[in-house]
Every structure is written in structure tokens, then in C-alpha cells.
Nanobody, 115 residues
Framework: QVQLVESGGGLVQPGGSLRLSCAASGSRFSIYAADWYRQAPAKQRELVAA???????NYADSVKGRFTISRDNAKNTVYLQMNSLKPEDTAVYYC?????????WGQGTQVTVSS
């Protein structure tokens, strides 16, 4: 069992930056892949960034070059550094940990990009 708690969301102006954190409890988090998803109002949840247990990363085209996913297995934490934020990045951001067909979700953190 893995419990995930996201933090770091908030209100930021266009062009600004935020760093989201996803703290995991439970054993052996390092063997899980982890993802960040987001869901804007009236839209489907979409994958933003993914990181494997070995540290390989993948990004949605809309965030490439602006967002960076990373993990610190010693701290059981996954991060999402978001730079050059745009109003269209406004959404609830969710952390996900997965191993095979088993998925765990956090409760989400709101990110609002507005002047």
C-alpha cells in the first residue's frame, strides 16, 4: 500500500514557476513508476509527466521544455518543477504511483496561473 500527498500548488502569474511535491508513505516506493496528471474544469485528466523507477522521463508535448519531473527515493518524494507557466496550465495536479496494474493516487493540488 502506498499513500500519496501532493503539495506546492497555488496561484502564480503567467511566466512564473512552481514546484509540486508528492510525498509517498509505505514501503519500497523506489520500485514504483510515478506520474503527474492534471485535470482542468470540464476536461479529461491528462498525463503531464512520467518517471520510471530507473529515472527515465517522458513529457506531454504541451509541457516539454517547461516542466521537469524528478524523484528522490531517499525522501520517498517525486517533484514536478514547472517553469514559464501559462494560463492553460491551470488545473488540479495529481500524483500517481504505479507498479504493474496497481495504481495509487493522491488527493490533488490546485495550480492557478492568472494575472
Amino acid at each position: 500500500q502506498v499513500q500519496l500527498v501532493e503539495s506546492g500548488g497555488g496561484l502564480v502569474q503567467p511566466g512564473g514557476s512552481l514546484r509540486l511535491s508528492c510525498a509517498a508513505s509505505g514501503s519500497r516506493f523506489s520500485i514504483y513508476a510515478a506520474d503527474w496528471y492534471r485535470q482542468a474544469p470540464a476536461k479529461q485528466r491528462e498525463l503531464v509527466a512520467a518517471i520510471t523507477s530507473g529515472g527515465s522521463t517522458n513529457y506531454a508535448d504541451s509541457v516539454k521544455g517547461r516542466f521537469t519531473i524528478s524523484r528522490d527515493n531517499a525522501k520517498n518524494t517525486v517533484y514536478l518543477q514547472m517553469n514559464s507557466l501559462k494560463p492553460e496550465d491551470t488545473a488540479v495536479y495529481y500524483c500517481n504511483a504505479r507498479l504493474g496494474t496497481t495504481y495509487y493516487w493522491g488527493q490533488g493540488t490546485q495550480v492557478t496561473v492568472s494575472s
